[in-house]
C-alpha cells in the first residue's frame, strides 16, 4: 500500500524533465488548459515542474500517462502492483476529463481560463496525496469511478478548486459530477497502450466499468444530446435539411439568431428594450437570482420559434452542457398532463435517465426545460387540466426553492388570450422582433455561401427595389417567408408583378401558392409525381388540402394517414383516386402520395397506420382554409337544372358539412385571416348568398336545434367521428365549437362587407337579433353555454375577432369579458353591470347610455370610446386607458379612476361625485360648470390637473350639489 503522493514524486517528475529537455510533445497538437494545468499543479501533480515550459511542450495528460507507465514498466523488475498504476494513471485521467470540459464550456472557460502566471499558482491541495490506496480500493476505482474512494477524493479537490475561482458549490456539484463520469473514457484510454498481459489482469474491470456506465444517467443523457439535441443526428424536420422543397442544405447554415422586445406584465412592449434573444437568455441562465423566473417567448407563426429552441438547445449542449444540460419538448408530443408536473416531464423526454426517482431533484444535474407550442395546447387543455394550468404548475414548480431548474416556453401570443389574468405571477415574456436589415443581410450572406453571391446580390436587390410592394418587404422579415421568397427568386419563381395590390394576407398566400405549386410541379416533375403515386397534380393538391384540415383538427402538426383517408372516402372523386391507385400500388396509395411532398413521418403516432406532419404549422392552416373555401364555394352554388332557385347543397346537408368541418375547435386567426383573403381573391363570390345561409343556421343553433335533434343528431354523429380519429370531444364541446366558429365567421363577414359599398347595407350581423325579433339576452346565453364545459371556452374561442360587434342593447349583466378585443363594438344601451371588463379593449367603443354599474373595467383600453351619458357608477376603473374618451355627462358617481390616464378626455356634464383619483392623469382634460367635482378624492395626487379646474374648485364660482345629495342609482 502506497501514498499516491509517493508515486507521483517517484515518476513525474523525471518524466517531465525528460520531456521537456528533449522538446518533445507529450501528444502532438493537444494543449492543455490553463485551468487544468493551474488544477494539476494545485494537486501537486506538476508541483516541481515549471509550468511555462510545460506549456510550450504541448501538455496532454493522457500523453503524460501513457509515457509515464511504460516508464514504469522499464525501470521496474517487479510485478504488476494495480493500486499503483490506478494511483498513477486515474488522477492524470480525471485531469483530463476536467481539460476536456472546460475546452468545451465556454462559461467554464470565461470562469477558469484567466491569464495564468507562475506565481500566481499558489493553490496547493495535500489531502489526496496523502490518500493510501490498497488493491480493494483500485479495483473500486476502475469499477465505478465516480463513486470509489479515489474519485470522490479527486471530486472534492476539484470542489475546492472551483469555489476559490468564485463558482458556487452547486455548479461545482455539477461540474465534477460530469468530469468523473467522463474520466473512464481517459482511463480507457491508458488502459488500450498497456501490454497484453497487463490489459488481460485489468479487463474484468474494465467490462465490469462499462456494465455500470451503460446503465448510469450520464449514459443516458450523453444519448439524448447526441440524438435529440446535435443537429448531426436530429430529427429532420427543419434542422437537418429542409425537405420542403427539396432543399439538401442544413439549417445550421442558414440560419442567423434573432432579436426580440422583452414585454411587461400586460403584453406590451418596454421601451427601448430590444435583445439578442439567444445571448439575454444565456445571461438570464448565469443568473441565479432570475432562475426562478420561467421565460416566455412568444411570436406569431414562422417567426423562428421552433428553429430558435433547437439551436438553443444545441447551442447550450456545446457551450455550457453540464452547468446546463437542455431539454427540448414539443408540448404537442405529451400524451397526457398529469397533476404532478414531474410525472408530465418524465412521460414526455421519455429517456432512461428521466425514469429515476431522483432524476429532478439529483445535486449532479441541473436541466433547462425548453417546452415548444405552448399555442398546440389549446386543444389538449380541454380534455386535460388547461392550457392555464399546466402554466401555472410550471411557474409554481420554478418558483420553489427546492427547484434547480429553469423552464423556457414557446408559443403564439395568441395562446395567452383569455387567460392574461391568471399567468403566473414569475413569468416575464419576450417577443421575437423582425428580422432588422443586420440581421437581414447577415442572412443574405450565408445565403449567398449556399447559392452564389450573384443570385443572393440580385435578391436583395429585388428586396430593396422602389416598386417592390412594401407588404413583400414586410413578409421578408419573417424567417420562414424570407426563406422561401429567397429560394424563388433563386429559381426565377419570383416576380414584383406577382404581389400587385395585395395585402399582407394575400401575399402571404401569393408565396404559399406559389411554394405548393412549385413542389407539386417544379421540384417534382408531374411524370414523377405520377410514377410514385398514381396521381396527377390536381389529385394531389386536394389530398394536401385535406391533410390540411385533418392536422388542423386534430389540434397537432400531426395526423394519422387513415383519418385522411377516411375523410377523402366521402368526396366522391377523392375516393374514386384511391381505389383506381390501390390498383396498380400494393402499399397504400395515400401513403405514397404523401411521401412526395413536404409531409414526412410523425414521431408523436403509435399509430401502425403512420401519420403525416407538416415542416411548418402555418402551412397546415394555409391548407386548412383553402379546404374551408372550396366547401364555402360549394355552400352558394345554386343548381341550374332546378326551376326554382336551389342550392345545391341544401340545408340539412348544409348543417352536416358545417358540423364536419368546424366541430373540431376555435378557427385561429391566422385561418380566418387566410379564408378571407382566399375569398377576397375569387371572382364574384357570393358573399349574401354565404352570410344568408350561415345567419339561417347560426340562429338555428341558438335555439339548439342541431344537439336536440332525433332521430338524426348531428353534433352526436360528429363527436362519434372525431373519437375514431383520437380527437376527444364531448357532445356539447362538438355543438359549442361550431356556433362559435359559425360566428367567427359571420363576424367576419360582416366586418369584411362594412369596408365595400356594394355590401355594407346588406350584411350586418347582429348576434341579438333575427329579423324583427330582438332577443337582448341571446348572446348572454350563447356565452353561458360556451362556458358550461370550461369556463373560458367563449373568450379562449371568439376574443380576437369580437372587435366592431353590435352588441346595441345586449344583456351581458355579470358576464366575463377579461381581455376581450371589443375595438370599435357598439354598446350602446347595453346592461354591463358588474361585468369583467379587466385588460378589455374597448378603444373607439360606443358605449353612449350603457349601464356600466361597478363594472371592472382595470386596465382596460377605453381610449377614444364615447361612454356619453353611461351610468359608470361605482365602477372599477384603475389603471384603464381613457384617453381621449368622450365622458360626456356619464354617470362615473363613486368610481375609482386611480392611475387611469384620462388625457383629452372629455368631462363635460359627468358626475365624478366621491370619485378616486389618486395619481389619475388629467392632462388636458375638458369639463364645464355641470361636471361634478364634490368630494372627488385624491385629486391632490393626481397627475397635470388643469390650473384653471384646481381655481374654479377652489372657488364658488360653479356652485357643487350639496354633499347630502344621494348617489344616482
Given amino acids: 500500500m502506497a501514498k499516491i503522493q509517493q508515486i507521483w514524486q517517484r515518476w513525474i517528475p523525471g518524466l517531465l524533465e525528460k520531456t521537456v529537455k528533449r522538446g518533445e510533445t507529450v501528444e502532438s497538437g493537444a494543449e492543455v488548459t490553463k485551468a487544468a494545468l493551474e488544477f494539476a499543479i494545485a494537486l501537486g501533480v506538476l508541483a516541481s515542474v515549471p509550468s511555462a515550459p510545460i506549456v510550450a511542450a504541448g501538455l496532454a495528460f493522457v500523453g503524460i500517462g501513457r509515457k509515464g507507465l511504460t516508464l514504469l514498466h522499464e525501470r521496474t523488475n517487479q510485478k504488476f502492483e494495480m493500486e499503483e498504476w490506478v494511483a498513477f494513471a486515474c488522477p492524470l485521467a480525471y485531469i483530463n476529463s476536467f481539460n476536456a470540459l472546460v475546452e468545451r464550456n465556454v462559461w467554464l472557460q470565461e470562469k477558469l481560463n484567466a491569464e495564468l502566471k507562475e506565481q500566481e499558482v499558489k493553490l496547493q491541495f495535500h489531502q ?71 490489459r488481460q489482469i485489468l479487463s474484468l474491470m474494465i467490462i465490469a466499468a462499462q456494465e455500470v456506465r451503460a446503465n448510469e444517467k450520464y449514459a443516458s443523457i450523453k444519448l439524448y444530446l447526441k440524438e435529440q439535441i446535435s443537429p448531426s443526428y436530429s430529427d429532420p424536420l427543419l434542422m437537418e435539411r429542409w425537405k420542403v422543397i427539396g432543399e439538401e442544405f442544413k439549417i445550421t447554415e442558414i440560419y442567423v439568431p434573432l432579436k426580440a422586445q422583452l414585454l411587461d406584465n400586460n403584453g406590451k412592449p418596454k421601451e427601448k428594450s430590444s435583445v439578442d434573444l439567444e445571448n439575454w437568455v444565456t445571461e438570464q441562465l448565469n443568473k441565479p437570482e432570475t432562475n426562478r423566473q420561467v421565460i416566455f417567448i412568444q411570436a406569431g407563426p414562422g417567426r423562428g420559434k421552433s428553429v430558435s429552441c433547437k439551436m438553443f438547445a444545441e447551442r447550450v449542449r456545446k457551450e455550457l452542457h453540464p452547468i446546463w444540460t437542455p431539454i427540448l419538448i414539443r408540448l404537442r408530443d405529451i400524451d397526457t398532463f398529469e397533476p404532478n408536473i414531474e410525472n408530465t416531464l418524465r412521460a414526455a423526454v421519455r429517456e432512461n435517465f428521466a425514469n429515476r426517482d431522483d432524476w429532478l431533484s439529483d445535486r449532479n444535474t441541473r436541466y433547462l426545460f425548453i417546452l415548444d407550442g405552448f399555442d398546440e395546447l389549446r386543444f389538449e387543455g380541454r380534455t386535460a387540466k388547461g392550457i392555464e394550468d399546466f402554466l401555472g404548475q410550471v411557474g409554481n414548480y420554478q418558483a420553489q426553492r427546492v427547484c434547480r431548474h429553469q423552464f423556457i416556453v414557446t408559443g403564439r401570443e395568441s395562446a395567452l388570450h383569455g387567460i392574461e389574468n391568471r399567468l403566473p405571477a414569475n413569468l416575464v415574456r419576450l417577443e421575437i422582433a423582425l428580422i432588422d436589415d443586420q440581421i437581414q443581410m447577415q442572412w443574405l450572406s ?63 398566400i401569393i408565396i404559399y401558392q406559389k411554394t405548393l405549386n412549385w413542389v407539386l410541379t417544379k421540384q417534382r416533375p408531374e411524370k414523377l409525381n405520377l410514377e410514385l403515386t398514381e396521381f396527377d397534380t390536381e389529385d394531389l393538391r386536394l389530398i394536401l388540402i385535406e ?31 384511391l381505389e383506381s391507385a390501390q390498383k396498380n400500388l400494393n402499399e397504400s396509395p395515400l401513403r405514397n402520395a404523401l411521401a412526395a411532398f413536404y409531409l414526412r413521418p410523425a414521431k408523436a403516432s403509435s399509430s401502425t397506420e403512420g401519420a403525416v406532419e407538416f415542416i411548418h404549422k402555418s402551412f397546415g392552416e394555409f391548407l386548412c382554409a383553402q379546404k374551408i373555401k372550396e366547401s364555402l364555394k360549394q355552400w352558394t352554388k345554386i343548381d341550374s337544372e332546378s326551376r326554382r332557385e336551389r342550392y345545391v347543397i341544401d340545408d340539412d346537408k348544409l348543417a352536416e358539412e358545417i358540423y364536419d368541418l368546424f366541430g373540431y375547435g376555435g378557427l385561429t386567426q391566422e385561418i380566418v385571416e387566410y379564408l378571407i383573403a382566399l375569398l377576397d381573391s375569387e371572382e364574384k363570390f357570393q358573399y349574401l348568398k354565404l352570410f344568408e345561409r350561415l345567419e339561417n343556421f347560426y340562429f338555428d343553433w341558438c335555439q339548439g336545434k342541431f344537439i336536440n335533434g332525433f332521430p338524426k343528431n348531428l353534433p352526436l354523429n360528429q363527436m362519434q367521428k372525431f373519437q375514431t380519429e383520437k380527437i376527444l370531444l364531448d357532445l356539447r364541446e362538438v355543438d359549442i365549437f361550431t356556433g362559435l366558429n359559425v360566428m367567427i365567421l359571420l363576424l367576419e363577414l360582416h366586418r369584411y362587407a362594412q369596408a365595400k359599398d356594394e355590401l355594407k347595407d346588406n350584411i350586418i350581423f347582429y348576434p341579438c337579433s333575427s329579423d324583427e325579433n330582438f332577443e337582448p339576452k341571446k348572446l348572454f346565453h350563447i356565452l353561458t353555454y360556451s362556458n358550461s364545459v370550461n369556463s373560458d371556452t367563449f373568450l379562449n374561442t371568439i376574443s380576437p375577432f369580437l372587435s366592431t360587434i353590435n352588441l346595441e342593447r345586449a344583456f351581458l349583466e355579470r358576464t366575463s369579458l377579461s381581455q376581450a378585443n371589443l375595438e370599435g363594438s357598439n354598446l350602446e344601451n347595453a346592461d354591463l353591470e358588474s361585468a369583467d371588463l379587466r385588460g378589455a379593449s374597448l378603444k373607439a367603443a360606443k358605449l353612449y347610455k350603457a349601464n356600466l354599474y361597478k363594472p371592472n373595467l382595470s386596465a382596460a383600453n377605453l381610449e377614444s370610446s ?24 356619464a354617470n362615473l358617481l363613486m368610481a375609482s379612476l386611480q392611475m387611469a390616464d384620462l388625457s383629452g378626455a372629455n368631462l363635460s356634464g359627468a358626475n365624478l361625485r366621491d370619485a378616486d383619483l389618486f395619481r389619475a392623469e388629467l392632462n388636458n382634460i375638458t369639463w364645464d360648470k355641470n361636471t361634478n367635482w364634490n368630494n372627488v378624492q385624491g385629486l391632490d395626487e393626481a397627475l397635470n390637473v388643469p390650473k384653471s379646474l384646481l381655481s374654479q374648485l377652489s372657488s364658488t364660482a360653479y356652485p357643487l350639489p350639496p354633499k347630502d345629495t344621494p348617489p344616482s342609482p
Fill in 128 to 198: 489526496l496525496g496523502q490518500l493510501e490506496l490498497d488493491n480493494s480500493k483500485a479495483e473500486e476505482a476502475l469499477k465505478q469511478f465516480p463513486n470509489s474512494t479515489l474519485g470522490q477524493a479527486l471530486n472534492q479537490e476539484l470542489s475546492s478548486y472551483l469555489e476559490t475561482k468564485g463558482i458556487r458549490p452547486e455548479i461545482a456539484s455539477l461540474v465534477t459530477g460530469c468530469v468523473a463520469w467522463d474520466t473512464y473514457n481517459y482511463i480507457k484510454q491508458l488502459f488500450s497502450y498497456e501490454s497484453e498481459d497487463v
Fill in 446 to 508: 450565408k445565403w449567398g455561401r449556399l447559392v452564389g453571391q450573384d443570385k443572393a446580390l440580385e435578391f436583395q436587390k429585388f428586396l430593396e427595389a422602389d416598386n417592390c410592394p412594401e407588404r413583400v418587404k414586410e413578409l421578408a422579415r419573417e424567417p420562414l417567408l424570407l426563406y422561401l421568397l429567397g429560394a424563388m427568386h433563386r429559381d426565377n419563381e419570383l416576380n414584383i408583378k406577382m404581389f400587385e395590390g395585395a395585402n399582407d394576407a394575400q401575399a402571404k
Fill in 547 to 577: 391533410a390540411g384540415l385533418c392536422v388542423t383538427q386534430s389540434g397537432r402538426e400531426w395526423t394519422s394517414i387513415k383519418a385522411i383517408e377516411e375523410r377523402l372516402k366521402n368526396d366522391k372523386t377523392a375516393k374514386e383516386l
Fill in 866 to 889: 364615447n361612454l356619453e351619458s353611461a351610468n359608470s357608477c361605482q365602477a372599477e376603473l384603475s389603471f384603464a386607458d381613457i384617453k381621449q374618451a368622450n365622458l360626456k355627462g
